[in-house]
């Protein structure tokens, strides 16, 4: 088993939909969650870190759900520039650096 | 305020040769970190470096595949007799401090094709 796991998608919706991913690790011991987006294998780049109380970014929200050990990631009114994939990052009591990736979730958002 | 630099963008090399991959971390950083992806995957931690020093290479395979993070210079990420499984994208990323919620900053990445 996987220590982070991802539904792989592909997600197709059209704009202005509501989609959410879900991401499981399986390190009871982790300590922070992140979602990073990469598009077409460029470098992944931050999109928000994930707080226990759930936190809010404009149209993108996170939550995290410690004792099902899960994070998701929802996106409301999709527009065509959030089509790329989604990487849900676990981190335990380690360097910043030791991040376990999911392999990751692909968006495709159809006008 | 340049962001972290990786060079070259895209290496190809044929079995057997060695491949040398750059890193220049964001100006100030002192921590780097060097990932793999392969097609279809997420990235894989690979080592983690700060000056001078080899602070954890767990996710570094256990031969021919070596990195260095000298006083002066960039990061060097060095594979030895590359292999076509050697072929994926290697990330560097930085960061300011190692504390489990800093931030990292990603590199544009040197794919590596192997022949």
């Known amino acids: 088993r996987k220590e982070v796991e991802q539904d792989p998608g592909p997600f197709n919706v059209p704009e202005g939909a509501t989609v959410a991913f879900n991401c499981t690790y399986s390190?009871?011991?982790?300590?922070?969650f992140f979602w990073y987006r990469q598009d077409c294998r460029k470098e992944p780049k931050l999109l928000m870190s994930?707080?226990?109380s759930g936190n809010e970014d404009g149209r993108f929200t996170a939550q995290l759900n410690r004792a099902s050990q899960y994070i998701s990631l929802l996106i409301r009114d999709s527009k065509l520039s959030d089509s790329a994939t989604y990487l849900c990052?676990?981190?335990?009591?380690?360097?910043?650096?030791?991040?376990?990736f999911g392999d990751g979730t692909t968006l495709t958002v159809k006008p | 305020n340049a962001g972290v630099m990786q060079n070259p963008r895209h290496l190809v090399r044929r079995r057997g040769q060695e491949a040398r991959l750059r890193c220049s971390p964001m100006?100030?950083?002192?921590?780097v970190y060097w990932y793999r992806q392969l097609p279809e995957e997420g990235l894989k931690f690979m080592v983690y470096?700060?000056?001078?020093?080899?602070?954890?290479e767990s996710g570094m395979p256990k031969e021919r595949f070596s990195a260095e993070f000298p006083k002066e210079g960039p990061s060097i990420l060095r594979i030895q007799q590359v292999v076509r499984g050697d072929s994926a994208a290697y990330f560097c990323?930085?960061?300011?401090?190692?504390?489990?919620?800093?931030?990292?900053?990603f590199g544009s990445g040197t794919q590596l094709s192997v022949l």
């Open positions: 990323a930085s960061s300011l401090e190692s504390a489990t919620n800093e931030k990292l900053f």
């Open positions: 390190n009871s011991a982790s300590q922070s």
């Open positions: 994930v707080y226990s």
């Open positions: 990052v676990v981190r335990g009591l380690t360097n910043a650096g030791k991040s376990t």
């Open positions: 100006k100030g950083h002192s921590h």
């Open positions: 470096l700060q000056k001078e020093n080899i602070i954890d």
